[in-house]
């Protein structure tokens, strides 16, 4: 495959339009300069530049306080150490970064954070309690340390179009992190064991289910799975990517921050809010929103095929939550994992394989505007109100993000041990990648730094070109809406218990009655000031709306 490296130069353009496309939604005039006066070059290289001929006072030493969760690499300490020498003139800092299992990682920080205790530099994400905590004033506000000179590698990499995408109650509380506006989820196959059951590659969700009763007729059960665990059971898998969410906001693009996840639903133009609703409510409930959206099953259908590629999970698949094995035939993941997904195949099995199965149609043909996108990231850095060290944490992100050479330490490792390059935008791995298999996801993505890992096959590598192309986008509705939960922060609290304890249930297929399980939920929720949260939720919608939000 020809390598055209036009990824990140394609997102840039994608970042541009957000200057046009925001305007309207934040009334913003305009005191920050145009998009690409950042930089020179999608590296930012006159970052770099002025970092390397900074000479700036000598600082105090401090040591910054990291929290990250997941497993932490065996060669952490060994970049961070790397890290401390390359920037010991500059900085004068150390590093302490501690992970957490991301089962526990959610409930420490909340607790870490109530009490104060002294963090410099955590991770969150709206899909946990980012709005939350950011109501209770648990984190910095950092509009000052971005669009700012003294700060060249953040203003480099974090154009003023991508922050105000990002913003929470217009400003920055929290950094994105992200690569690509999307990455697109996928099934991936054994290649190997779909060639020995003699069948073509799977395209469909038929050819999927067939090449999963393969694997349940041929190989042993209690050694081997059809589907070996993955993201959350199932991620995206069996969502509805028929209809755009032009005028609607559910599943697998849900608003957060609302404890129990609603479907929010628009007018056809835009508008007014209809109305919002949530699992296990009544029919009723439904029938003053347009066809198709006039239907609970339009919804939550997927619950049905859940429950009927139930047999193909593990014995105990919420003890799997999270959780992928190369003991299975198949397991759902994103692009950006494929390849590492692979060489840990390959360690276990050097003779097998993996291919992808992109089960969106339309994204599976490459469509334009196949993509649904709000233009923000998922997942964030946050500056703690606990830290001491607020100037000094953006003086370590300002060097983390001054030059491709830092970045690619902290994403990647040191170079020539952990990776090599691949040309300009591509990167190799070696047998001592694993060592340093660093969660980027959590704190180095960027649009313009992120490398592309070229030991992807080349299917892979060109729906990554795909995601990277702005036509491949489409605008979701309320892109640029952000809940603020502090006026039902009590009601949250009360029913968010509740919702997540039966939802996992639902989403691993257990509960062949989840209908009657939904609605039994729904009045204990009803009981606990759900309807709180309801009207609240299409109050601030609507007042988003009429504010000229879109």
């Keep these: 495959m020809k390598r055209k490296g036009k990824g990140p130069t394609a997102l840039l353009l994608v970042l541009t339009l957000l200057a046009t496309l925001t305007a309207a939604c934040t009334g913003n005039e305009g005191n920050a300069p145009e998009a690409g006066e950042q930089t020179e070059g999608p590296n930012g290289a006159n970052a770099a530049e002025a970092a390397d001929n900074a000479a700036p006072p000598a600082l105090d030493p401090v040591e910054l306080k990291v929290k990250l969760f997941g497993e932490k690499p065996t060669d952490m300490d060994a970049v961070v150490a790397e890290f401390e020498s390359r920037s010991k003139e500059a900085l004068n800092t150390t590093l302490d970064v501690t992970f957490d299992v991301a089962a526990e990682y959610r409930n420490k920080l909340k607790l870490m954070l109530a009490a104060g205790e002294e963090i410099d530099l955590a991770f969150d994400a709206p899909w946990w309690d980012l709005n939350a905590n950011v109501s209770k004033g648990y984190y910095h506000e950092l509009d000052a340390y971005f669009n ?57 969700y038929a050819d999927l289910k067939q090449f999963l009763d393969q694997v349940l007729a041929n190989e042993n059960p209690k050694a081997f799975v059809p589907w070996g665990g993955g993201r959350n059971t199932w991620y995206h898998v069996f969502a509805n990517f028929d209809t755009k969410q032009t005028h609607y906001r ?80 198949a397991h759902e993941t994103t692009l950006n994992s494929v390849a590492s997904d692979r060489q840990k195949l390959k360690e276990t099995y050097p003779d097998a394989d993996y291919e992808i199965f992109v089960y969106n149609d339309a994204v599976r043909a490459m469509e334009s505007g196949a993509i649904a996108t ?58 001592q990648t694993p060592d340093y298999a660093f969660p980027a996801y959590e704190m180095t993505w960027n649009p313009q730094l992120s490398r592309i890992n070229g030991n992807n096959d080349e299917e892979t590598l060109k729906y990554i070109e795909y995601e990277y192309d702005q036509d491949s986008y489409y605008r979701m509705a309320l892109s640029g809406f952000t809940f603020n939960p502090e006026n039902v922060k009590n009601e949250i609290a009360k029913v968010q218990p509740k919702f997540d304890e039966l939802r996992p249930v639902l989403e691993a297929g257990l509960d062949p009655e989840w209908r009657e399980s939904a609605g039994k939920l729904n009045a204990q929720m009803r009981a606990l000031g759900l309807e709180n949260i309801r009207e609240e939720l299409i109050k601030q919608a609507q007042d988003y709306l009429d504010s000229g939000g879109q």
């Design 148 to 204: 700012n000179d003294d700060y060249p590698g953040l203003k480099a990499a974090f154009t003023p179009e991508y922050l105000e995408a990002n913003k929470i109650d217009g400003h920055i509380y929290a950094i994105p992190v992200t690569n690509t506006f999307y990455d697109i989820p996928v099934v991936l196959i054994r290649k190997d064991l779909r060639e020995k059951y003699g069948m073509e590659p799977v395209d469909s």
């Design 250 to 329: 559910a599943f697998p693009f849900e608003i957060t921050g609302t404890g129990a996840l609603f479907n929010l639903v628009l007018s056809e133009d835009g508008k007014q809010v209809l109305g919002a609703t949530t699992l296990g409510d009544p029919d009723e409930a439904y029938s003053g929103f347009p066809a198709p959206l006039n239907e609970p099953d339009f919804f939550y259908d997927h619950y049905d095929t859940k429950v009927e590629y139930r047999k193909y999970l593990p014995s105990d698949p919420l003890a799997q939550n999270q959780t992928t094995t190369v003991e299975g035939g």
């Design 374 to 431: 709000g233009f923000k990231a998922w997942n964030f850095l946050t500056v703690p109100k606990s830290s001491k060290n607020v100037e000094r944490t953006m003086k370590f992100l300002d060097w983390v993000f001054a030059s491709p050479d830092h970045h690619d330490l902290f994403e990647l490792g040191i170079e020539g041990t952990h990776w090599e390059k691949d040309g300009e935008r591509y990167y190799r791995v070696t047998e």
